[in-house]
T-cell receptor, first 113, second 112 residues
Framework: KAGVTQTPRYLIKTRGQQVTLSCSPI?????VSWYQQTPGQGLQFLFE???????NKGNFPGRFSGRQFSNSRSEMNVSTLELGDSALYLC????????????FGPGTRLTVT | GENVEQHPSTLSVQEGDSAVIKCTYS??????FPWYKQELGKRPQLIID?????GEKKDQRIAVTLNKTAKHFSLHITETQPEDSAVYFC???????????FGTGTRLTVIP
């Protein structure tokens, strides 16, 4: 089976712009979670989707949003980018509707200048 | 909310020695505890996990132990090899939360 894929792998944006990141889960996985990884804050949970429904959201501002499509692919959007949004954004998928056996994608490295 | 603490932050061992990384969690409703290995520039890779109804689990050179009463779990790597060098993260899932809370990571260096 193909693993979790994310596009694009690298992105450079300017403050104030918006960005959309994409994640394709492992075939058959219906749960997709997004995490932000930074050297200072580590791995922090953004949100989780199952069957196109957001079931859980982390402690991030409303500028961070996401959605999931009927084929389980997911996108996350960050509006009005700030310098502090520079990070590695990881998505992870799992088969069931818990975090059991979550497998990560390679991440999208976002740099905000 | 759940808080996961991980120690040590860095660990250096000689090749062939054992390495132990420890984590504590705060929410007694946590029921699933995975460990991830992240090599430089790579994605976190699930290496072993344990559910709350099990006290220990082994997979070749790695093992995880869980003490629910004390709310701590540990990763044990025996006969370490240079390719074990990476950052290791522990995590927990609170029942029904559908997401993982991660520790701050341990940078393991295996010296040949």
């Amino acid at each position: 089976k193909a693993g979790v894929t994310q596009t694009p792998r690298y992105l450079i944006k300017t403050r104030g712009q918006q960005v959309t990141l994409s994640c394709s889960p492992i075939s058959g996985h219906r749960s997709v979670s997004w995490y932000q990884q930074t050297p200072g804050q580590g791995l922090q949970f953004l949100f989780e989707y199952f069957s196109e429904t957001q079931r859980n959201k982390g402690n991030f501002p409303g500028r961070f949003s996401g959605r999931q499509f009927s084929n389980s692919r997911s996108e996350m959007n960050v509006s009005t980018l700030e310098l502090g949004d520079s990070a590695l954004y990881l998505c992870a998928s799992s088969l069931s509707w818990s975090a059991y056996e979550q497998y990560f994608g390679p991440g999208t490295r976002l740099t905000v200048t | 909310g759940e808080n996961v603490e991980q120690h040590p932050s860095t660990l250096s061992v000689q090749e062939g020695d054992s390495a132990v990384i420890k984590c504590t969690y705060s929410d007694s409703a946590s029921n699933y505890f995975p460990w991830y290995k992240q090599e430089l520039g790579k994605r976190p890779q699930l290496i072993i996990d344990i559910r709350s109804n099990v006290g220990e689990k082994k997979d070749q050179r790695i093992a995880v132990t869980l003490n629910k009463t004390a709310k701590h779990f540990s990763l044990h790597i025996t006969e370490t090899q240079p390719e074990d060098s990476a950052v290791y993260f522990c995590a927990s899932e609170v029942t029904g939360a559908n997401n993982l809370f991660f520790g701050t990571g341990t940078r393991l260096t295996v010296i040949p």
